[in-house]
């Protein structure tokens, strides 16, 4: 379908998907600019100023936390730091999946039939307990949170792939490409993969707040990013030590991971509407 | 029928034999093993238990060894609780996470099921648009922050209920626990029932019961209902997935002594025969469900049928 096409629609989408549209822009503008501009930074101890609550005159907004840290700082540099994973993990299971879903979906076939039972077979597995075994087992390595999540975030994406490429291997540029005796692969990366990459971004963006609830998940359980270095589910998890005291250490951080979550699912939802407009009428 | 059935039983013993031999290795290449954070033994002594718990062999001998445990049942020895077995442990927290995760996915399907059919009949309605606005922002609040905002309001600030396991009235405990992870299920049942219903009232045979005079209650009930919840009944498995996993936080944050509990300590614990256990026994518990789930689907939809 023609990008123009999509473009439109998108625009004429609810108001829903705009604003979600503006949070996400606006929630990410801020977490790169708030760590370079305030003050104050996010791992230094404050003592005198424990629990401070939230107030608008003065510099700490959000308030401190346990330690005098001031929260402000600290959401948004675990919020840059939650995106950062969401999207570099949602890139690696775009990678993976895209290459696995066009190769099953083109070859056709034997391999096809294999290669997706292959991924119906990992449907099935309890994901998560092995990531939290990986976690624990390998001592809360960074990068391995990167391969965890996109291990979990592969299987819809090559489910799609296949989809779609099915449907372009039919096309004439494909075949013209065979017939003048493009390797197979080759045809793969170079003519079938580039035409996916609409509905691909599409599904990123739905990809993507599945991996920051991992993400958080992970974090929550103290499994993820370490301290003093800090994520949006590992300040929901000290908020919730702290929430008798102190419960804006809680409810910030709460709510602002509920409306990016909420933001990117109705972007992505939004998006998909736009390439399918059949769904929209359900 | 049969031979659906038989396909998708053989097709589930590889899946789990996958998640045996991934766990086994993941915790084998673990860096430190389970008893270096003790104080220094001397050699001899820590070759007695590395022998003791058969540490000294090869890797394919030990995997041989677990995997003929665990064809008897026998998860092998906690390395943390020394008394106990991991099959002990496992069975000491077993029924209260079944009751959990049982209320919490009977609470979605009810929840979830109405609210669906209620949307679908008042499909682009301002009540239609309500109800899936709620089910959105259910589906993207997680569990952990559910759950905790839930401890915040209902048992911190109003003080009706319970905040954790130890305090209150033993038939009221449980209700926050079983909110909180049923919530997101609730809205994805509430999702797949609405978008299964519209698409079930603007089929043919409705439209047939609808000219010989039926009305909209009984179409809904007696024709509209069993095709609308076929992707229910496929979601099921994901569901109960969902379940097991969000168990592990509801379970830490509530101190429910649960499956969960033991599994997070067992993982700060590095008791490593009791996280392979638990993630060995879960996935076991999952693929089972899952196979039922299909089978089920398979009886109720013969389309599928055909492999």
């Known amino acids: 379908m023609n990008t123009a096409v999509v473009a439109g629609r998108f625009h004429n989408g609810g108001t829903a998907v705009k604003v979600s549209a503006g949070i996400v822009l606006f929630v990410a503008a801020m977490a790169l600019a708030v760590p370079l501009l305030s003050p104050h930074d996010y791992f230094s101890v404050n003592l005198d100023q424990r629990f401070q609550p939230p107030t608008?005159?003065?510099?700490?907004?959000?308030?401190?936390?346990?330690?005098?840290?001031?929260?402000?700082?600290?959401?948004?540099?675990?919020?840059?730091?939650?995106?950062?994973?969401?999207?570099?993990?949602?890139?690696?299971?775009?990678?993976?999946?895209?290459?696995?879903?066009?190769?099953?979906?083109?070859?056709?076939?034997?391999?096809?039939?294999?290669?997706?039972?292959?991924?119906?077979?990992?449907?099935?597995?309890?994901?998560?307990?092995?990531?939290?075994?990986?976690?624990?087992?390998?001592e809360r390595n960074f990068?391995?949170?990167?391969?965890?999540?996109?291990?979990?975030?592969?299987?819809?994406?090559?489910?799609?792939?296949?989809?779609?490429?099915?449907?372009?291997?039919?096309?004439?540029?494909?075949?013209?490409?065979?017939?003048?005796?493009?390797?197979?692969?080759?045809?793969?990366?170079?003519?079938?993969?580039?035409?996916?990459?609409?509905?691909?971004?599409?599904?990123?963006?739905?990809?993507?707040?599945?991996?920051?609830?991992?993400?958080?998940?992970?974090?929550?359980?103290?499994?993820?990013?370490?301290?003093?270095?800090?994520?949006?589910?590992?300040?929901?998890?000290?908020?919730?030590?702290?929430?008798?005291?102190?419960?804006?250490?809680?409810?910030?951080?709460?709510?602002?991971?509920a409306s990016i979550l909420l933001s990117f699912n109705f972007l992505g939802d939004g998006l998909r509407d736009a390439l399918d407009p059949r769904r929209r009428q359900r | 029928m049969l031979r659906f059935?038989?396909?998708?039983?053989?097709?589930?013993?590889?899946?789990?034999?996958?998640?045996?031999?991934?766990?086994?290795?993941m915790v084998h290449a673990a860096p430190g093993g389970p008893f270096d954070d003790e104080r220094v033994l001397p050699p001899e002594n820590a070759r007695n238990i590395a022998a003791a718990y058969h540490l000294d062999e090869s890797l394919p001998r030990q995997f041989g060894r677990y995997l003929s445990g665990l064809i008897r049942g026998d998860l092998g020895p906690s390395y943390h609780y020394r008394d106990h077995s991991v099959a002990e442990l496992i069975g000491a927290a077993l029924p209260l996470s079944l009751r959990l995760g049982l209320l919490s996915i009977t609470l979605a399907l009810l929840v979830g099921i109405a609210a669906g059919v209620f949307a679908a009949v008042n499909n682009n309605t301002a009540t239609d648009r309500l109800v899936t606005g709620l089910a959105m922002i259910g589906i993207s609040i997680p569990v952990f922050v559910v759950a905790p905002l839930l401890v915040l309001v209902f048992a911190v600030q109003l003080g009706w209920l319970p905040a954790s396991w130890s305090g209150g009235d033993a038939g009221w405990r449980l209700l926050l626990p079983v909110v909180a992870l049923a919530l997101p299920q609730i809205a994805y049942v509430t999702r797949l029932t609405r978008t299964g219903?519209?698409?079930?009232?603007?089929?043919d045979f409705v439209r047939t019961a609808r000219a010989q005079g039926l009305g909209l209650l009984s179409i809904v009930r007696f024709h509209a209902l069993k095709p609308a919840l076929l992707p229910v009944v496929s979601y099921l498995g994901p569901a109960i997935a969902a379940v097991v996993t969000g168990a592990v936080i509801v379970e830490t944050i509530f101190g429910i002594p649960g499956l969960g509990q033991l599994f997070v300590r067992g993982a700060l614990n590095r008791d490593y025969t009791l996280v392979l256990g638990i993630v060995v026994f879960c996935a076991a518990v999952i693929i089972l469900l899952n196979l039922l789930v299909d089978l089920l689907y398979g009886f109720l939809d013969p389309r599928i049928r055909q492999p």
Do not use: C
Request: proline share 4%; no cysteine.
């Open chain 1, 56 to 138: 608008l005159q003065g510099a700490r907004l959000f308030g401190t936390d346990d330690l005098g840290r001031d929260l402000f700082v600290r959401t948004f540099s675990g919020t840059r730091v939650t995106l950062l994973v969401a999207i570099v993990a949602s890139f690696v299971s775009l990678v993976f999946g895209v290459a696995y879903g066009a190769i099953a979906g083109y070859a056709g076939g034997k391999i096809d039939a294999v290669m997706m039972r292959m991924v119906d077979a990992l449907y099935a597995l309890p994901f998560m307990f092995l990531v939290i075994l990986l976690m624990v087992a390998f």
């Open chain 2, 5 to 25: 059935a038989l396909l998708r039983i053989l097709s589930a013993i590889p899946t789990l034999l996958l998640v045996i031999v991934l766990a086994f290795l």
């Open chain 2, 197 to 203: 219903m519209i698409d079930a009232l603007s089929s």
């Open chain 1, 143 to 257: 990068l391995l949170i990167f391969v965890a999540i996109g291990a979990i975030n592969w299987l819809d994406m090559a489910r799609i792939v296949r989809g779609q490429t099915l449907s372009l291997k039919q096309r004439e540029f494909v075949d013209a490409a065979r017939l003048i005796g493009v390797p197979p692969l080759v045809v793969v990366f170079r003519h079938v993969v580039p035409n996916l990459l609409g509905v691909v971004a599409v599904y990123v963006t739905l990809t993507i707040p599945q991996a920051i609830l991992v993400e958080s998940f992970l974090s929550f359980l103290g499994l993820g990013v370490q301290e003093p270095r800090t994520s949006l589910g590992a300040l929901v998890n000290d908020g919730v030590v702290q929430m008798e005291r102190a419960p804006w250490l809680l409810l910030i951080p709460a709510t602002l991971l």
